[in-house]
């Protein structure tokens, strides 16, 4: 029998569990979604709850599928700390580190609101960068609590990453589990979040009719072939591409030579590409095994290759830029850009690209705002912003990122450059009051905004664009 003090202590953990879920609920940080309820957190004035399932682990015969529907659960699920990042091996020189550590069992997002919202909020959905191999939505920097605090919901989550993320060879291809959606895990992934975001957001008080998807890097490369996805029409009102290429995606590749890769993979683990049990061999393999080193410094390692990028397979993935051209995808609001350092420097593929997607996609009739990052933190010294810097500057978390070097000049310009965000990701038009106008990018007049070394906001024709055309010209004649 149970002592009275026992039950005692059993009566009093069960009035502060009650007390808990009562003060929880006055605060709107319990949430009811379609797998069962979850119980956030609430900070500073923002409700957030991380950790959310969106689809089942992507483990054991689950490696190298479609993203599964998620488990249900009973009870109140704590949803106050990250997911598991994707399995990968961290870059040590990322601009945005994870928080996590990294797993096979990773399909989770989170959600920021303001906290005593009133009426459907506008989402911002944040898809991270890292070559494809690398990133995940635990950094720091991607935190979604500052956007909030300016009246709009922001959602961030994982997708598979490396050889998790793109993997094809014959025997996957044989099997046809997913009938044809082979190779693109990690569009996939995006996808099934973003279904996840219509299916679920009006819960937490967002408008899943009023969802705008930004990504830097493989993040801007993947808000390109969701502009233009057969499977991802419908579930996006806006677009922001960061540093995104111009839609070719990182290099030629095919289901074909894709599967070369996976054969070269597999080969290396010992497995034939004829034996009858490749399949089930490659999947009992353990994730360290899978992941075998690859990071992002394999990316420029010259030797072959083991790891095959995205690729364009007609139904996951289409020719982003060859779609843009023939007028094939989705025509929202588009805001675009780079850093002035970015990758390949003022001609290269950032840069140009994001000048090339600007004046294709508004010369369709599509609202296109184009923008140039030129400010380097105080902090920081060196010449010319990088690949990437700008992210902490659009998520106002400066401070985050900076800590106590962070200044006065850089806080302004996050205040300023994420009150462009917000005002776009509420009306497909960065501008507002309080920010100077941003004119609607148009090749006839060239304008763009430049957030320029000296911390100003400056509407102007774009200075590099003779340079770049001239560039672009001179290669499409070789």
């Known amino acids: 029998m149970l002592r009275r003090s026992s039950i005692a202590a059993m009566a009093v953990m069960a009035s502060l569990a009650l007390s808990n879920a009562a003060c929880a609920q006055g605060t709107g940080a319990q949430v009811t979604v379609a797998d069962g309820r979850l ?44 997911g598991h990042d994707c399995m990968q091996v961290p870059f040590p020189s990322d601009a945005a580190p994870l928080g996590t550590p990294p797993a096979e069992d990773c399909l989770y997002l989170n959600v920021w609101k303001p906290a005593g919202a009133k009426g459907p909020l506008p989402v911002l959905v944040w898809i991270y960068g890292g070559g494809f191999v690398n990133g995940g939505a635990s950094p720091p920097t991607y935190s979604g609590a500052n956007l909030a605090k300016q009246g709009i919901m922001v959602v961030s989550f994982n997708y598979r990453v490396g050889r998790f993320g793109t993997f094809a060879h014959p025997a996957l291809t044989k099997a046809d ?57 419908g579930l996006f009102a806006r677009a922001v591409v960061m540093s995104g290429g111009n839609g070719s995606g ?7 030579t894709s599967e070369q890769v996976g054969i070269a993979f597999a080969k290396s683990k010992g497995i034939a590409p004829d034996d009858p049990a490749a399949l089930a061999k490659l999947r009992a393999l353990s994730a360290e095994q899978v992941t075998d080193g690859l990071n992002m410094m394999a990316l420029f390692t010259p030797g072959e290759r083991t790891f095959s990028g995205p690729f364009p397979d007609g139904r996951i993935a289409v020719d982003a830029l060859s779609a843009f ?16 350092a970015d990758m390949g420097g003022k001609t290269g593929f950032m840069v140009a690209g994001a000048r090339q997607v600007a004046g294709v996609v508004a010369g369709q009739g599509v609202p296109v705002y184009e923008y140039r990052f030129s400010y380097v933190a105080d902090s920081v010294g060196k010449p010319g912003a990088q690949h990437a810097t700008d992210i902490p500057f659009f998520f106002d978390t400066t401070a985050i990122k900076y800590g106590e070097e962070t200044s006065k000049r850089d806080l302004a310009m996050g205040k300023a450059m994420s009150g462009y965000l917000v005002n776009f990701t509420r009306t497909g038009d960065p501008n507002g009051k309080g920010l100077p106008t941003w004119p609607r990018y148009a090749k006839a007049s060239d304008t763009l905004v430049d957030f320029t070394e000296t911390g100003k906001v400056l509407a102007l024709k774009d200075p590099w664009g003779a340079e770049i055309d001239a560039a672009a010209a001179k290669q499409a004649s070789r």
């Open 39 to 82: 119980e956030g957190t609430q900070a500073d004035g923002v409700l957030a709850w991380k950790g959310i399932p969106f689809a089942a682990a992507p483990i054991g015969d689950l490696r190298w599928r479609a993203p599964q529907p998620a488990t249900p659960w009973s009870g109140v699920r704590d949803a106050s700390q990250y």
């Open 177 to 233: 589990e997913d009938e044809g959606l082979l190779g693109n895990y990690g569009y996939l992934d995006q996808i099934a979040a973003l279904k996840w975001v219509k299916a679920n957001i009006a819960a937490f008080g967002g408008d899943p009719a009023q969802v705008t998807i930004a990504g830097e890097s493989a993040g801007g490369m993947s808000v390109n072939t969701l502009l233009t996805s057969p499977l991802s029409q």
């Open 250 to 256: 990182m290099g030629p590749a095919t289901l074909t």
């Open 325 to 340: 051209k023939a007028g094939d995808f989705a025509k929202v609001p588009l805001m675009i850009g780079a850093t002035s």
